[in-house]
């Protein structure tokens, strides 16, 4: 039992760049979300999902794109990275109304 | 607007004592409470919580209390241990919202030998 998982864990990209952040559950949990950490603001909502096809904004979506085909997975695609958005991100997920289980994190970097 | 703050970004507890974490809100609609931990390099971990219908949680050695007439939580931790180290993520949540988390910006604890 992996728990939650997410890929890479260490990323540098150029701005302008496109990438995809990989996260995936293996506890058949249908909400899933994405933050991001920054010092000093804590943990920030950027996306989630209730469920396979369904997605909705957080607090920080702009420069974000998500999308969940299965359950168990719900990749985070940036479509032309700023230097804003170097943090660290985390995936999470839980069952309905249940706590949230969250991944190791991703350290992004953009230069 | 940060409806959730957590005022001291650093404490220091010697080993054996009690630590008190606070954190406060100004969203009235949160109706539940948690408070995760979080090591270097390492994603949170869930700690304890506490529904908005109580005012106190007990989990071993760790305790939340909820005073909602304050709109404060404090998170006890007796008796403190060098391995509870860490930054405490103070989050709230309310009925309605799909389980989205509402975060504090964190209270880096160390405890002293």
């Known amino acids: 039992n992996a728990g939650v998982t997410q890929t890479p864990k260490f990323q540098v990209l150029k701005t302008g760049q496109s990438m995809t952040l990989q996260c995936a559950q293996d506890?058949?949990?249908?909400?899933m979300s994405w933050y991001r950490q920054d010092p000093g603001m804590g943990l920030r909502l950027i996306h989630y999902?209730?469920?396979?096809?369904?997605?909705d904004q957080g607090e920080v979506p702009n420069g974000y794109n998500v999308s969940r085909s299965t359950t168990e997975d719900f990749p985070l695609r940036l479509l032309s990275a700023a230097p804003s958005q170097t943090s660290v991100y985390f995936c999470?997920?839980?069952?309905?109304?249940?706590?949230?289980?969250f991944g190791p994190g991703t350290r992004l970097t953009v230069l | 607007d940060q409806q959730v703050k957590q005022n001291s970004p650093s404490l220091s507890v010697q080993e054996g004592r009690i630590s008190i974490l606070n954190c406060d809100y100004t969203?009235?609609?949160?109706?539940?409470f948690l408070w995760y931990k979080k090591y270097p390099a390492e994603g949170p971990t869930f700690l304890i919580s506490?529904?908005?219908?109580?005012d106190k949680n007990e989990d071993g050695r760790f305790t939340v209390f909820l005073n909602k007439s304050a709109k404060h939580l404090s998170l006890h931790i007796v008796p403190s241990q060098p391995g509870d180290s860490a930054v405490y993520f103070c989050?709230?949540?309310?009925?309605?919202?799909?389980?989205?988390?509402?975060f504090g910006t964190g209270t880096q604890l160390k405890v002293e030998l």
């Open positions: 999470a997920s839980s069952s309905a109304g249940g706590t949230q289980y």
């Open positions: 506890m058949n949990h249908e909400y």
């Open positions: 999902s209730v469920g396979a096809g369904i997605t």
């Open positions: 969203n009235s609609m949160f109706d539940y």
């Open positions: 506490i529904s908005s219908i109580k």
């Open positions: 989050a709230a949540r309310f009925e309605g919202g799909g389980n989205k988390l509402t």
